[in-house]
């Protein structure tokens, strides 16, 4: 650009301005920096916020799809020992979560192929969740295991304990040519459940509506709705009218408490709404054959229930004993104060039978064939550790065994889990026995003093302490984790053993009716119920109960 060296030399030179512009900026006074805007505490809470709902829709979405996409399962394996767990209820599906399969061969006979949340079966007559959404199909949680489970949708008829052989039935509509069938087995499980206890009085069974089952909850909807349809018939007699819009309750325990909560809700807040004429003549009545409803709560629990369901008009008999029941009316004995009777009749149109459990005939038929149960009453006796009393190679657990605890999903869930670890520490103990005698063997062929021996000793102790400490397995021990109860009106009531205290937590109200919604909400077993039951709850408060009568 420049032909001399001159020429360059003077281009480098500053000029005057420049020096100039040099002078002047020495003098002057410096530049403050701009502050850098503090980010404020709602922006980032905004910003913490949004995050957390990526990450968590992204959890979920992934939980959704693990759920629907499970693995490749092993196969069976015909050299394992066959365990058959009968039932799908809280114990034996419970069971199921805990149980390894790949260290047997699982097979689940059951004639329903659902687990059924019970809990929350009370508010489903009256359409506050829907029956979809408590009921988690047996299969799919088979299907999640590890090692292939098969099942069978059959009634077990007979338990042959002597040759180990079951006998099952396919009771359903649908059948093929082959009905009948035996299963033969190395452990059996009897967790088959119970039925409703009618103490064998007359006309329960025919006129009562029980509440256990999907198909209980289905008639005592369609039974409500015909019973306010029927009322409101043209010229109806004011007699005939209350009697059809009189539902009683018997059974004073939380399944009992907790459909009498419901149906006040339903009548309160939507039959009264679309059925003004019959906001004065429904009824409800709860009777109760001991000296206080839910005696499993403590005495100012029970006193908060009596108080709530006198504000909601639910009328509580206790004292009160059923004596027989026909198509309108209920015969019942009261004790009096002075310790007489006294024989009514009580009008209804809906009779909810929540009274209790008896065995099932193939629980009573083995009860029958083993001496050391002639004592049990309940359900199979079993000893600490869930064995039943008089045989080898099967134990009973929930509703079908008869223990020092109360019969509850509480219990039942704690007893499958425990059992499933006891055959989990059973099949590693079998595993270790064998890697024993295998070392033992190489160890009587192998030449003393070498290292081959040392290392062969070596092995031998350390498998001889694990299978020590997997033998030391402790006998059940049911630990309380506290009961709960909807008492209607958005409130309900708990008592909770709590960590820190030595008795028992007792509340009540709107608080505890949160409570008690997540709580169950947290126990249901898939995402997909938990997800079902909030949208249920959610649809209520928005757009109300049905009022159809399906």
């Known amino acids: 650009m420049f032909r001399s060296a001159a020429a360059r030399a003077a281009f480098r030179a500053p000029s005057a301005a420049r020096q100039v512009a040099r002078r002047w900026n020495s003098t002057a006074a410096p530049v403050e920096p701009v502050p850098v805007k503090k980010t404020g505490f709602f922006k980032k809470a905004w910003r913490a916020t949004y995050i957390s709902a990526i990450v968590g829709a992204g959890a979920f979405a992934y939980v959704i799809y693990d759920d629907r996409h499970p693995e490749n399962q092993l196969p069976t394996d015909p050299s394992k020992k066959t365990l058959v767990v009968l039932g799908s209820g809280w114990a034996s599906t419970s069971l199921l979560k805990s149980l390894d399969t790949e260290n047997y061969n699982v097979v689940v006979v059951s004639p329903r192929n659902y687990f059924l949340f019970t809990p929350l079966l009370p508010s489903t007559p009256t359409g506050t969740i829907e029956l979809r959404s408590i009921m988690q199909p047996i299969r799919h949680i088979l299907r999640h295991k590890k090692a292939a489970v098969n099942f069978f949708e059959a009634e077990a008829t007979e338990i042959d304990h002597e040759n180990k052989i079951l006998k099952i039935r396919d009771n359903s509509d649908v059948t093929g040519d082959v009905k009948e069938n035996s299963i033969k087995y190395d452990y059996l499980v009897v967790g088959c459940g119970a039925e409703t206890q009618t103490f064998g009085i007359p006309g329960v069974e025919e006129f009562g509506c029980f509440l256990k089952e999907i198909w209980d909850a289905q008639k005592i909807r369609t039974r409500i709705m015909d019973c306010v349809e029927a009322a409101l018939f043209k010229d109806q007699t004011p007699e005939e009218k209350k009697r059809l819009l009189h539902t009683v309750v018997v059974g004073g325990g939380p399944t009992g408490i907790e459909f009498a909560a419901e149906l006040a809700d339903f009548l309160e807040e939507d039959l009264r709404r679309w059925y003004p004429e019959i906001k004065d003549d429904y009824q409800v009545t709860l009777i109760e054959a001991m000296t206080n409803v839910l005696p499993m ?34 015969s019942v004995s009261v004790t ?68 020092k605890y109360a019969p509850t999903a509480q219990v039942a869930a704690q007893q499958g889990s ?133």
């Open 297 to 330: 709560f403590s005495k100012k629990l029970i006193q908060y229930t009596e108080d709530t369901f006198a504000e909601q008009n639910i009328t509580i008999h206790t004292k009160t004993m059923v004596k027989s029941v026909d198509e309108k009316y209920i």
């Open 336 to 403: 009096q104060p002075d310790g007489t009777s006294e024989l009514q009749k009580i009008p209804y149109g809906l009779l909810v039978w929540a009274g209790g459990n008896k065995p099932r005939k193939v629980v009573v038929d083995i009860m029958k064939k083993l001496p050391a149960q002639k004592n049990a009453r309940r359900g199979l006796s079993v000893n600490d550790y869930l064995v039943v009393e008089g045989c080898e190679g099967i134990w009973a657990l929930g509703d079908a065994s008869q223990t």
């Open 418 to 550: 425990y059992l499933g670890r006891l055959f989990n520490s059973m099949a590693r103990t079998h595993s270790l026995e064998a890697d024993i005698a295998y070392l033992q063997s190489q160890l009587a062929v192998t030449p003393v003093g070498t290292p081959a021996r040392a290392g062969l000793e070596a092995e031998l102790e350390a498998v001889g302490k694990a299978l020590s400490r997997t033998k030391q397995m402790s006998p059940f021990h049911y630990s309380h984790q506290g009961s709960l109860a909807y008492i209607g009106s958005d409130k309900a009531i708990a008592d909770l053993q709590l960590p820190f205290m030595k008795d028992l937590f007792s509340s009540g109200g709107a608080a505890t009716y949160l409570f008690w919604r997540s709580a169950y909400v947290s126990n249901l077993f898939s995402l997909r119920n938990k997800t079902l039951v909030v949208f249920d709850w959610v649809k209520v408060k928005m757009f109300g109960r049905d009022v159809s009568r399906e």
